[in-house]
C-alpha cells in the first residue's frame, strides 16, 4: 500500500429526502401509525404516542 490520501468525497451517498427524517412508528397504545416521536415514551411494542402518553400520565394522577 502507498501512502497517500485516498480520495475522500465529501458528497453524502444518500440525499435527504424532504424536511427531517421522517419514520413511521405504531403505537402500541392506540395502534395508530405515527410520524412524530415527540412526547412518547418506551421502545418497541410499549412505545407510546403523546397522546398515549398523556393519557397514562392523566390515568395515573387520577388513581393517585
Ligand atoms: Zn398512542
Given at each position: 500500500?502507498?501512502?497517500?490520501?485516498?480520495s475522500?468525497?465529501?458528497?453524502?451517498?444518500?440525499k435527504p429526502?424532504?424536511?427531517?427524517?421522517?419514520?413511521?412508528?405504531?403505537c402500541?397504545g392506540?395502534?395508530?401509525?405515527?410520524?412524530?416521536?415527540?412526547?412518547?415514551?418506551?421502545?418497541?411494542?410499549?412505545?407510546?404516542?403523546s397522546?398515549?402518553?398523556?393519557?397514562?400520565?392523566?390515568k395515573?394522577?387520577g388513581?393517585?
Amino acid at each position: 500500500m502507498s501512502s497517500g490520501i485516498n480520495s475522500q468525497h465529501t458528497d453524502a451517498p444518500w440525499k435527504p429526502r424532504g424536511l427531517g427524517h421522517s419514520v413511521t412508528w405504531r403505537c402500541g397504545g392506540c395502534h395508530q401509525n405515527r410520524t412524530s416521536t415527540a412526547g412518547s415514551k418506551g421502545a418497541g411494542v410499549k412505545k407510546r404516542c403523546s397522546t398515549c402518553v398523556a393519557a397514562a400520565e392523566a390515568k395515573k394522577a387520577g388513581m393517585g
